[in-house]
């Protein structure tokens, strides 16, 4: 009886001793797996991650011709910024990064009216990984592919700090035949000053005067309220004396323009002239969903362009007064001054100067007294002006953006009284911080390299608003 026990139980220690040798090779085998899929995983997720850089960074720099090429620089393929160490060999998918053209993005506001012809633009990265353990049941390598899909400039607001400038001498004058801003002002024969309001006043209403999504931007005090995402000022040239003046081309309707102008004739004031229309304003909506606040924003009512059938004695908004000269380089250098004397959490915050203007000035008059350099090489004074806006840093070192936008520009030496003489379309095309940043609505040939196909005012106003908006991945399968 104890025999027949004794062989039951060796019995069984032996099926034990095979269960448990079966139960260590399943354990390896799944350790191996795990080894070999976390490897992979780590893998993947440094290659999505670079994926995803690259779409962004290439994103960012659209709409300029370099996007791709930009995208192809923050990539994990070898010369990338984003090479890992552990994961070599990544390579491009044939055919991309890819721009594409998203109708979900136009519905949004953001169009392909650009050189590119696309708002979005897409990266495919692929990589061939080793396994460790696999390779007992034959599968030796494994290849991943990351996409990423990225929205241009234009989603998520970004806060700034913006001066706008705007030509108001006699050349602003002249008649625009824009079908867009007859139709928009309602005015038959509107003025080239009236059509540069219009199309401030499209871009007021797409940059955010706060968060989106409330209701209220809240009170405004100063014309700003608290906690603003863009704020925007306005400037204009020639100067005024004396900023007393400034209320003029903001009221409704006033006593009577009062605007006083810098002569170019004769001596010249000892006192620079004074630029600033109206100060950072946040008041120009309400809400970042609703219309201009024209009722109470003195920034709204410098740009109406109103024909003053309730004013005896004058139109609405900003007015030209005809007769003077273009001294543009001292109001670019005024506009630098007001961002940099900006303070508290706006001084972190992107700075900003859009001028625009023909580029054109002839101020031979201005040749005596002081300050007389605001009437010599005034071309090349304002291209000197921008540059060192554009090297300007804010307390974060964040640089100055300057935008230029040619409007009537001649590409003949324009600039006579300059030595060398220089073009009106050169000045304000070498104004630009850089080539993405100029704008021409191509009227007697200046044609902006960046932006070939946006040449309607309106057009320009707005698309220069989508880099005051970041970039955003999308899913891959957006149409």
């Not at 709204?300 to 000269?325: E, F, H, L, M």
Request: net charge negative; glycine share 10%.
């Amino acid at each position: 009886m104890n025999s027949r026990v004794c062989r039951a139980s060796r019995g069984e220690s032996g099926q034990v001793l095979v269960l448990l040798a079966v139960s260590i090779v399943a354990l390896l085998a799944l350790t191996a797996f795990a080894v070999d899929f976390g490897f992979i995983y780590h893998a993947y997720s440094e290659l999505q991650a670079s994926t995803n850089a690259a779409a962004t960074a290439g994103a960012l720099d659209m709409p300029n011709n370099t996007a791709v090429s930009t995208a192809t620089a923050y990539s994990g393929v070898s010369g990338g910024k984003n090479v890992q160490g552990d994961l070599p060999g990544v390579t491009m998918v044939s055919g991309f990064p890819e721009t594409r053209c998203l109708s979900y993005m136009v519905n949004q506001g953001i169009s392909c009216d650009n050189a590119l012809s696309a708002n979005a633009l897409e990266v495919i990265q692929q990589v061939t990984v080793p396994t460790f353990f696999a390779k007992v049941i034959g599968i030796g390598s494994m290849t991943l592919r990351a996409t990423a899909l990225a929205a241009m400039k234009g989603g998520t607001p970004v806060p700034a700090n913006v001066m706008v400038i705007l030509d108001s001498t006699a050349s602003m004058q002249s008649s625009d035949s824009d079908p867009n801003c007859k139709a928009a002002t309602g005015m038959s024969n509107p003025t080239k000053l009236d059509c540069a309001k219009w199309g401030m006043r499209l871009m007021l209403g797409s940059f955010s005067p706060c968060a989106p999504g409330l209701q209220s931007c809240g009170t405004a005090s100063g014309g700003n309220v608290n906690n603003a995402v863009d704020e925007v000022g306005l400037l204009t040239f020639p100067g005024l004396t004396s900023s007393s003046y400034a209320s003029s081309d903001y009221s409704s309707c006033g006593s009577g323009f009062q605007r006083n102008y810098i002569s170019p004739y004769g001596t010249p004031t000892a006192s620079p002239p004074y630029f600033t229309i109206v100060n950072l304003a946040s008041d120009y909506r309400t809400s970042d969903s609703n219309g201009l606040n024209g009722g109470a924003s003195n920034l709204v009512q410098a740009v109406d362009w109103q024909d003053g059938n309730n004013c005896t004695s004058r139109q609405y908004g900003i007015q030209d007064p005809g007769g003077v000269g273009t001294y543009y380089a001292g109001v670019i250098t005024e506009a630098q001054s007001d961002l940099s004397a900006i303070t508290g959490a706006r001084a972190s915050m992107q700075d900003a100067i859009i001028i625009l203007s023909d580029g054109a000035a002839n101020s031979s008059n201005f040749t005596s007294g002081t300050p007389k350099s605001y009437g010599q090489n005034e071309c090349h004074q304002a291209i000197t002006a921008a540059q060192n806006a554009a090297a300007t840093q804010n307390s974060v070192g964040l640089k100055t953006w300057v935008y230029s936008i040619a409007f009537g520009a001649l590409t003949s030496n324009s600039c006579t009284t300059d030595s060398p003489a220089i073009s009106g379309c050169t000045t304000m095309s070498s104004i630009a911080s850089d080539a993405s940043k100029f704008y021409s609505d191509d009227s007697n040939g200046c044609v902006s390299a960046a932006h070939p196909t946006i040449t309607d005012l309106g057009q320009i106003f707005e698309n220069l608003t989508q880099d005051f908006g970041t970039t955003r991945l999308l899913p891959p399968n957006t149409d």
